[in-house]
């Protein structure tokens, strides 16, 4: 305290202390909820990644392999994929799509189902394949896995 009495004191000379704390403390809560709010994007955005690879993994298994270790291009043709809803979680589209991409273009195979409409995140895997055709060719075959949902 001061030794005079004319020094102007009270709670007016607290409010801009006051104001400058309130504005950290809004600041540091906003902050936290968006950095809250981000990160539960990307772990929704990692588990769809994990399902498509999932599902990628599967459609792959149901591939037959020759006996030269190749696959047929005429038997992905003919491959049903639909066992492939079972995998996925309810509420969630997926479609996988099957193309040769080497050397000539062309769509093999598409398979889709689950949820149509709904897309808020979206996670993809692809792997390129080596397939045999006829008895004198070979191809790369483009297979891709798209999961979606609204969570």
Partial sequence: MRGD????GGFLEDIPVLVFVLAGVVTLIGASVWAAG????????????SLA????????????YGVDGCVS?????????????GR????TGWLVSVDVIH????????????????VAYVGCGSKL???SYGTDGGAVVKVTAVVWCSW
């Fill in 73 to 85: 291009v005429d038997r992905m043709a003919q491959l049903d994929l639909s066992e492939l809803s």
């Fill in 103 to 118: 050397p000539w273009a062309e769509q093999l195979l598409v398979a889709q189902g689950g949820d149509q409409h709904n």
């Fill in 53 to 64: 690879d999932d599902l990628l993994d599967q459609a792959l298994w149901g591939l037959s």
């Fill in 5 to 8: 009495r004319r020094g102007v």
């Fill in 88 to 91: 996925v979680p309810d509420g």
């Fill in 38 to 49: 981000l990160r539960s994007d990307l772990v929704r955005e990692v588990e769809l990644e």
């Fill in 129 to 131: 394949i080596n397939a």
